[in-house]
């Protein structure tokens, strides 16, 4: 057999594996794409609208500690518009889809200082790790 012939095959073998494997990280920035379900190993990287120049915060109600392990603290991403004072951008976690089961992710958008006061924004999320 010629090796073009041999190409063609392993080609279609290559692609079908690649079909096959799922994405190692998964990226969540709307309540809209939930629920979610992850297989053991992948990365969630969960992004949420911030401006922390108001005093709001996302503050962690349930990080569904018993399928996600946290990769690090919150990061704040500025926006684009380099420069203007009070500037909203985006906060993003990491986590890693640790073990098999269901969970919550619930975060609440509010100043830390006045949980008395209803949260301006809520995300909750129901995740599968498989």
């Known amino acids: 057999m010629t090796p073009a012939r041999?190409?063609?095959p392993l080609s279609?073998?290559?692609l079908a594996a690649c079909?096959?494997?799922p994405k190692q990280i998964v990226s969540l920035d709307d309540q809209q794409d939930c629920p979610l379900i992850l297989k053991t190993g992948q990365t969630l990287m969960l992004m949420l609208p911030s401006?922390?120049?108001t005093g709001y915060r996302w503050l962690m109600q349930n990080p569904a500690p018993s399928i996600l392990g946290s990769l690090g603290p919150e990061v704040f991403n500025a926006?684009?518009?380099v420069g203007l004072v009070g500037e909203g951008g985006q906060s993003v976690w990491r986590y890693r889809a640790a073990n098999p089961g269901s969970g919550h992710?619930?975060?609440v958008?509010?100043?830390p200082w006045a949980p008395e006061v209803a949260p301006e924004r809520t995300f909750d999320c129901?995740?599968?790790v498989n």
């Open 126 to 128: 129901v995740i599968t």
């Open 109 to 111: 958008y509010q100043q």
């Open 12 to 14: 279609f073998s290559l």
């Open 79 to 81: 926006s684009k518009d």
């Open 51 to 53: 401006n922390p120049t």
């Open 6 to 8: 041999l190409l063609v």
């Open 105 to 107: 992710l619930m975060m």
């Open 19 to 21: 079909a096959q494997a």
